[in-house]
């Protein structure tokens, strides 16, 4: 379904192809393999829809986590990034700090345990502006290792609430915070793209101002060279007519004053 609602290989460029991916690979999927693992579970005496729930949610995240982490990866957009690697560093040494602190120290905070599920928050959308969906997915990938292993292990903010509901809230959480930070990213990012194509067709329409002025200024010293040419050849040719005239007339001056020439019919014939 995948390949004939998306391109082959799939790119998730556009919010539009994203929520194509979220609808076929994030639900439909998740809903019905969800559907057989709680039908063989309710073989082995477990309640159906509790069951659903956990296993929709887990296949869900790990779609919406991990596939297109490895999409990117694949496809080489991490390779690329707009920040540097000391940025990328600080980056992912803040991503493992937050995750720490929500899903391992939580639950020993006391009071403050609903407060540190936000720390995370200012990581991914750091993530989000400046590296772009690769960086938001592989942000988001290492926190649900991180988060996921924390409430396997009884750690975590919902610890108090037993293993069930800790690793179902846990889940629940991430999909949360997942969804509307990709979508952010990816929004971040084709405003990116269409500020460097904007930025493309100015410099391709200032090269060819510049070839307009060049080839205007060529047009014109052609047209200086051509009227200067035209101007040449007719003051050349009015000239040397304007001279045998002027010879012709003193010859006929002085035949007319009865001086002798020495032909009378050495005239010059004016073409």
């Excluded at 790119?11 to 063989?40: G, I, N, Q, Y």
């Excluded at 991990?66 to 999409?71: N, S």
């Excluded at 959480?173 to 990816?186: G, K």
């Excluded at 009227?227 to 040397?240: A, F, K, N, P, T």
Aim: some cysteine.
């Amino acid at each position: 379904v995948l390949r004939r609602v998306l391109f082959n290989p799939p790119w998730l460029s556009t919010l539009r192809d994203f929520a194509r991916f979220l609808l076929v690979a994030a639900l439909l999927s998740p809903m019905l393999s969800a559907f057989a693992r709680a039908a063989t579970r309710v073989l082995l005496g477990d309640s159906f829809w509790p069951v659903w729930l956990q296993w929709f949610l887990g296949d869900s995240l790990a779609i919406i986590a991990l596939v297109p982490a490895f999409l990117f990866a694949a496809q080489g957009r991490v390779r690329k990034p707009v920040v540097s690697t000391t940025e990328l560093t600080v980056l992912l040494c803040g991503v493992a700090f937050s995750s720490w602190l929500a899903f391992w120290y939580a639950n020993q905070a006391g009071t403050y345990t609903p407060l540190l599920l936000y720390a995370p928050i200012p990581s991914l959308v750091w993530a989000a502006v400046r590296a772009g969906p690769a960086g938001v997915s592989v942000s988001t990938a290492f926190i649900v290792f991180f988060a996921l292993t924390g409430a396997d292990v009884g750690r975590g903010p919902f610890a108090v609430y037993g293993p069930a509901v800790d690793l179902l809230a846990v889940q629940l959480f991430l999909v949360v915070l997942a969804l509307p930070l990709a979508a952010l990213s990816l929004l971040i990012d084709a405003h990116r793209q269409s500020q460097d194509a904007l930025a493309r067709s100015e410099r391709e329409l200032q090269v060819q101002n510049v070839q307009l002025r060049t080839l205007a200024g060529r047009l014109i010293t052609a047209y200086e060279d051509e009227r200067q040419r035209i101007s040449r050849d007719l003051h050349d040719d009015i000239g040397q007519r304007m001279a045998l005239i002027a010879m012709a007339l003193d010859q006929l001056t002085v035949e007319h004053r009865g001086t002798p020439s020495a032909s009378g019919d050495a005239l010059p014939r004016i073409p």
